[in-house]
């Protein structure tokens, strides 16, 4: 994707993102076969819901329809949410992982596995776990000796160390007992509608 073709994209699509009340992260242009494949990435503070990624790929793709941001060939709209693999680049991706552990690349001191505790304008303040039935010990990294940072995924976290108590079962008014961190995974709406020449 040529970078005017991507500025117009950003320029057209960003305003619909920010009247939903998310946050752009990244606009791509990929080529499946003869058609072309449009995906975005939007996410939010507390998460994207699926309701929500719907009503926006809606209105973009009314949007795209009505200009000549992607030319005259066929092309596919995605619009998902970032999932857990995408890298840490920003400020507010290691914000919205607070309490999660991570995987840093540090310029200097080489990987860190630590759990997020807390985040300011200059780095964030870790907890590495303890092996071996070793307490965990604070760390500190800060923004600018991070070269890489992804989440790791824990799939037998012990519930002790969990920043939600057990007595979250009380609160199952929102009508389920699922996770919050359902949202982690891609939640994708193709719009094949988008397909019409423009």
Known sequence: MSTTQSERLRALLEPLVGEAGLELEEVKVAVAGRR???????DAEDGVQLDAVAELSRAMSQAL?????????????EVSSPGTDRPLTEPRHFRRNTGRLVKLQLKERGELIARIMAV?????????????????????????????????????????????????????SDGGGADDEADDGDETVDDDENTEEA
Request: negative net charge.
């Open 36 to 42: 072309r494949q449009l995906m975005v990435v939007v």
């Open 65 to 77: 329809d009505a200009s000549d941001a992607m030319g005259d060939t066929e092309y596919v709209l």
């Open 120 to 172: 300011d304008d200059e780095g964030l303040d870790l907890e590495v776990p303890g092996v071996k039935g070793r307490r965990p010990k604070p760390a500190r990294a800060d923004f600018a000796e991070i070269a890489r940072a992804r989440v790791e995924i824990e799939f037998s976290r012990k519930s002790g160390a969990d920043d939600d108590s057990d007595d979250d079962s009380d609160d199952d």
